[in-house]
């Protein structure tokens, strides 16, 4: 098999190598095309570019695989803890006991918000949304941390990290209590990630506060599902943002803006949204299949379909299981889940579903999990944002330290050609 791909243009002929993949697409390394042929490609929305050459992520859309740094996500769902995850997606490998032990002390030691911060946060109205207080927030922990990080010193780039690790989940309960109007609390160093994530969420100043260990491992899980997704809208966001040479904190804000889109990680919010509306409007699942279908009607199945995979995302699998399990230890009967489940086997079955290969992805259960933890539904795509830290900062890391070129695709014009300035009279 060859591996160079030849292009004939204009009587010429110029080739360009193929980029080796350990598993998965092969590319084609055009870097030379510009300077050889005049030409650029036009692919957009990135449906066959690939940004970067990357070691953290894979996944195979048409098997429906996911592995973060070669695990596949089942086994990582299954038998390891996000706090886990955050160390093999940062650094590679899984932490031994005494690595572990110490990436936990030094987020620990990184947890307290300046008090400044709550400034910030009390200055948005309550009906802000969950997260553009968060975005701003996270942008806000550059004047408070201006220290550039040197990505040249690997101690500069995990004190950066394990800074943000630390104080994030603290602005994210802040989202939630301003909501609720709580007073805004600490994180608590004797507790692991999720149980202080847990009590920082939902502890009140007046009364014990009850920990179910079923819902702190639902959250656990939900974080480790939304770590890390290869180079998703938002992960590619910071990368882009990064590669200007943006500093960790701004590029990790500009993620979280991207990733409140309803196509992307705000689609959580939009799936509950989507069942509450149907079961008001009395339950009729086919009707919304076919406006789903409909080209004249704007409606989509949220929590359907996906840009990579063409079958099941793995993801939902798992999901789909935490949220059976979950209800069954809670003894709770959800009615939106049982639409959910209803309008997913139609879906399935729908030869307009099926002919597109358009599967449930992650966010279609995890709202209906969301719910159940009491989690009101603006705060979902915060709970999403949460978990994909960890990714988004390890695409940065690798961005930064294999000194990529700032990012910056070209264009094809096809606007008015030069033309002479008309004086507004003469318009
Ligand atoms: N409902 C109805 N039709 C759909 C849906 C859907 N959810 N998704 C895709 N299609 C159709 C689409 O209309 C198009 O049809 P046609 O070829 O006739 O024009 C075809 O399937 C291909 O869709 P596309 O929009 O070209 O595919 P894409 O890769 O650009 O978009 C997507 C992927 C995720 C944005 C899209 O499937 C979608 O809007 N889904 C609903 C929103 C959602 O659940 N987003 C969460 C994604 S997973 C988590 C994350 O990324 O954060």
Redesign the pocket.
């Known amino acids: 098999m060859s591996d160079t791909v030849k292009i004939q243009y204009n009587g010429k002929e110029y080739e360009y190598p193929i980029v080796d993949s350990v598993i998965g697409d092969k590319g084609i390394n055009i870097n030379k095309l510009r300077d050889d042929t005049g030409l650029i490609t036009l692919d957009i929305?990135y449906?066959n570019t690939g940004a970067t050459k990357s070691k953290i992520t894979y996944l195979d859309g048409d098997l429906g695989q996911l592995y973060y740094r070669g695990y596949p996500i089942e086994q990582i769902a299954e038998k390891s803890t996000f706090t886990e995850v955050m160390y093999l997606l940062l650094e590679g490998e899984l932490p031994k006991k005494d690595q572990l032990l110490q990436f936990e002390a030094d987020i620990k030691k990184n947890s307290l918000v300046s008090e400044e911060m709550k400034q910030i946060l009390k200055s948005f109205p309550r009906s802000a949304h969950p997260m553009g207080v968060l975005s701003t927030l996270t942008s806000a922990l550059t004047a408070f941390n201006p220290h550039a990080v040197n990505v040249k010193s690997e101690r500069d780039l995990y004190n950066a990290y394990t800074m943000l690790l630390a104080k994030f989940p603290v602005l994210c309960a802040w989202t939630y209590r301003l909501k609720l109007g709580l007073p805004l609390n600490y994180s608590n160093n004797s507790l692991d990630y999720p149980h202080n994530f847990y009590q920082m969420m939902f502890r009140k100043p007046t009364e014990e506060l009850e920990v179910d260990e079923v819902v702190v491992n639902a959250i656990d899980k939900l974080l480790i599902l939304h770590a890390d997704?290869e180079q998703?809208?938002?992960a590619s966001t910071v990368r882009m943002v990064g590669s200007a040479h943006t500093g960790l904190f701004a590029s990790i804000s500009a993620g979280v803006s991207a990733?409140w889109g309803?196509?992307?990680?705000g689609?959580n919010q939009?799936?509950i949204e989507m069942l509450e509306m149907i079961q008001k409007d009395g339950g009729d699942l086919q009707k919304w299949i076919d406006k789903?279908?409909s080209?004249d009607d704007d409606f989509?199945?949220?929590?359907?379909?996906?840009?990579v995979y063409r079958n099941f995302?793995p993801r939902a699998k798992v999901i789909k299981k935490v949220a059976d399990d979950l209800f069954e230890k809670l003894g709770i009967q959800d009615e939106t889940l049982e639409i959910a489940k209803k309008l997913e086997e139609v879906a399935l079955n729908d030869p307009?579903?099926i002919e597109?290969k358009?599967y449930p992805?992650?966010?279609?259960y995890s709202g209906i999990i969301y719910r159940v933890l009491g989690i009101p539904t603006e705060m979902f795509t915060v709970m999403?944002a949460l978990g994909r830290l960890p990714g988004w900062i390890a695409q940065w890391k690798e961005m930064r330290m294999s000194g990529e070129p700032i990012n910056r695709p070209r264009q094809i014009y096809v606007g008015n050609p030069q033309r002479d300035y008309v004086h507004i009279n003469d318009r």
């Open positions: 929305g449906k997704h998703n809208c938002s990733l309803p196509l992307h990680g689609a939009a799936v789903a279908k080209k989509r199945l949220m929590g359907f379909g996906h840009r995302d307009y579903f597109k358009l992805n992650v966010d279609f999403f």
